[in-house]
Nanobody, 115 residues
């Protein structure tokens, strides 16, 4: 059974930092591309960042230079380090992977950035 469990969300002031974690189980983590998405109230879910099995990364333009995605295969965990946070980064952040023609999502973790 595939499980993705996010943690690390919270309330932070603008300009601050948070690091989210995504702990995976039930998958061959080291072979999987992992993505972070976010969904703000009243908006569609959007892709934030991806990291491939060989740690090639991609970022949405709105977070490039501020966010850093990484992975630690020994711990089956992916991370999203978020710096210089802005109020518009407020959203529920989700961990995602695609495996065996199936989408897998975590339950999400709330990030709130106050101005």
């Amino acid at each position: 059974q595939v499980q993705l469990v996010e943690s690390g969300g919270g309330l932070v002031q603008a300009g601050g930092s948070l690091t989210l974690s995504c702990a995976a189980s039930g998958i061959t983590f080291r072979s999987s591309t992992i993505a972070w998405y976010r969904q703000a109230p009243g908006k569609q879910r959007e892709l934030v960042a991806t990291i491939s099995s060989v740690s090639v990364t991609n970022y949405a333009g709105s977070v490039r230079g501020r966010f850093l995605i990484s992975r630690e295969n020994a711990k089956n965990t992916a991370y999203l380090q978020m710096n210089s946070l802005k109020p518009e980064d407020t959203a529920v952040y989700y961990c995602y992977c695609y495996l065996g023609m199936t989408d897998y999502w975590g339950q999400g973790t709330q990030v709130t950035v106050s101005s």
